[in-house]
């Protein structure tokens, strides 16, 4: 069965008998039909692709019409999954009618069900706003990349407990329900205390997935290159489990190749078309 918007909507975990929600990164069509084989639910083509993809230092490069084109090479590798775009940096902070034209290519160009913006209480009337335009809105708060300056790095947000200030567990908690009430159908929530985590979910009616956000949110998020293991030597945050080592693997193969071109192994007979004889005129 397909994975839609309305279906995503109503899944929460608590006091039922349902399976948490697994949404994985996903930048080509390559990688979206092995994220389908794998059944994973939701595939996020995630500004993140400026780190993974791009080798930059931050998210904030990256610009709509590259998250446009890595979306449509997307929505051609899924057809179970829910497809999800960020809304990259700039896209949707400056004017809501600039919002509403980025979102709204995000669905006709790039093929995405729904997009998603972080922020949250700051950005509830333009999510209101796309939510009334029919354009579907997953949440993103807590430690938000696209933030990186004013937090200082990437750091867990939501450890103090006082009512005020943009990080606080607090504000971090009305961000999420400004979200619920603005329209959004679901929420991520990256790097707070698990306790944190936990509350926000029971208090939402929408899911909430997790980037180690602790173990009770109604889905999880990871990133497919880290899962991967593909990037070697880079820093691996504290909620990150490496489910295989495939840039070591990557490496190895792109070694014997080369060991086997050098030493005329390769190509051997089996790797040859059979030529048709050339006669001297
Ligand atoms: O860009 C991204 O990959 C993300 C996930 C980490 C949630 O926003």
Redesign the pocket.
Known sequence: MPITVPLVKKWKVAGGDVAPLV?V?AYDFTFAKLAEAAGMDIL?V????GMVIQGQSS?LPVTLDEVIYHTRCVSRGASRALVVA?MPFLSYQISEERAIEAAGRLIKEGGAAAV?L?GGEAITKTVRRLVELDIPVMG?VGMT?QSVHRMGGYKVQGKSNSLDGAGSAQQILRDAKGLEEAGAFCV?I?CVPQDLAATITGELSIPT?G?GAGMKCDGQ???SYDLLGLQQNTHRPKFLKQYATLGDRAVEAMAAYGAEVRSKQFPSPAECYGDPIIKAA
């Open positions: 949404m990164t996020l995630g500004d993140s692709l998210t960020d998603k972080e993103h990349p991520v990256e997935i980037i998020v990871l990133v």
